[in-house]
């Protein structure tokens, strides 16, 4: 399960890997809730959402962790183009669940390290001539 951490004081996002033997801990939280994730010792995570391995959202409003279809328009999950328009979207429930791949939180409390220093820049690769 990969893991984006928001820094809302640098405005820098941070992605990582969860290990599987640590997705236990973050399995059945709710969006909204605070975390603690081995990958980053110290911080307090709030969950803001998430995807799933098709790339359908995560919805607070709507609850358990499965995958449903919802008559929404607004919000994660759909993009209306005229003023009152409604879309029934495919959307996931407020629970984590195993099904999820990607994790949105953002650091509510910081630990002892910078996250600059848990998860330093990849080099890009060089361009192909």
Not at 27 to 47: D, F, M, R, T
Not at 88 to 101: D, M
């Amino acid at each position: 399960m990969k893991l984006v951490i928001s820094d809302p004081k640098t405005g820098k996002t941070y992605q990582t890997e969860i290990p599987k033997e640590q997705e236990g801990s973050v399995i059945g939280a709710k969006i909204g809730a605070e975390i603690e994730v081995g990958v980053a010792p110290g911080y307090k995570l709030k969950i803001t959402g998430g995807s799933d391995k098709d790339g359908i959202p995560m919805r607070h409003d709507v609850s358990g962790g499965r995958k449903t279809y919802v008559i929404i328009s607004s919000g994660p999950g759909v993009r209306v183009k005229e003023k009152g328009e409604r879309r029934r979207k495919a959307v996931r429930g407020n629970i984590v669940t195993s099904e999820i791949a990607q994790l949105n939180t953002i650091v509510v409390s910081p630990g002892e390290k910078k996250l600059e220093e848990l998860f330093p820049p990849k080099e890009k690769k060089e361009e192909k001539k």
